[in-house]
């Protein structure tokens, strides 16, 4: 069964470095997410993607953040400089048209960051 | 802002009886709800949604319930099954693609 991929499961970087979170969506789906969740909290929406671009952002999704599917399979998330407070899980997903709003949702990135 | 609410962190539920999962939202635009299914150190899955046109949603052991009027929703496991432990959440996506998550509810089914 098809599966929605991200890679590195677990991530620890340094306050102010830039990290590069990978996710390798259903290869057939049109709609691409982030989300993240911070340990105990609810799942907050990141960014939606669609057509090469996002479609919609949540408050969260500032400037240090940004997203970029580089080729026909890959969809990544970048953060330019992080902050203590960008420790969380990282969760990619994907839908397949607008057909249905059921997401496929990756197994996550662990973002630590001292 | 909390657009899409479960008030109740956890509940534990004999195996074999009924588990009733509560969901509370604030944006009357909301016409589409789904409830996910999540393990520890795993993305969630999806388990079952529906459409603000109907009240009632039914796939094997899972119901869920819609009531417009009260902006509410329900999710029913019967008969509950010790795999069914997990955190569950009710979501629910704007007249746009953003979607909103309640903060969870732990499941524990006791054997």
């Known amino acids: 069964e098809p599966e929605v991929t991200q890679t590195p499961s677990h991530q620890v970087t340094q306050m102010g470095q830039e990290v590069i979170l990978r996710c390798v969506p259903i290869s057939n789906h049109l709609y691409f997410y982030w989300y993240r969740q911070i340990l105990g909290q609810k799942v907050e929406f990141l960014v939606s993607?669609?057509?090469?671009?996002?479609?919609?952002k949540s408050e969260i999704f500032d400037d240090q953040f940004s997203v970029e599917r580089p080729d026909g399979s890959n969809f990544t998330l970048k953060i330019r400089s992080t902050k203590l407070e960008d420790s969380a899980m990282y969760f990619c997903?994907?839908?397949?048209?607008?057909?249905?709003?059921?997401?496929?949702f990756g197994p996550g990135t662990r973002l630590t960051v001292t | 802002d909390q657009q899409v609410k479960q008030n109740s962190p956890s509940l534990s539920v004999q195996e074999g009886r009924i588990s009733i999962l509560n969901c509370d939202y604030t944006n009357s635009m909301f016409d589409y709800f789904l409830w996910y299914k999540k393990y520890p150190a795993e993305g969630p899955t999806f388990l079952i949604s529906i459409s603000s046109i109907k009240d009632k949603n039914e796939d094997g052991r899972f119901t869920v319930f819609l009531n417009k009027s009260a902006k509410h929703l329900s999710l029913h496991i019967v008969p509950s099954q010790p795999g069914d432990s997990a955190v569950y959440f009710c979501?629910?996506?704007?007249?746009?693609?953003?979607?909103?998550f309640g903060t969870g509810t732990s499941l524990t089914v006791i054997p």
């Open positions: 979501a629910a996506p704007n007249t746009g693609n953003q979607f909103y």
């Open positions: 993607f669609y057509n090469n671009e996002i479609s919609e």
């Open positions: 997903a994907s839908r397949l048209s607008d057909e249905g709003f059921e997401q496929y």
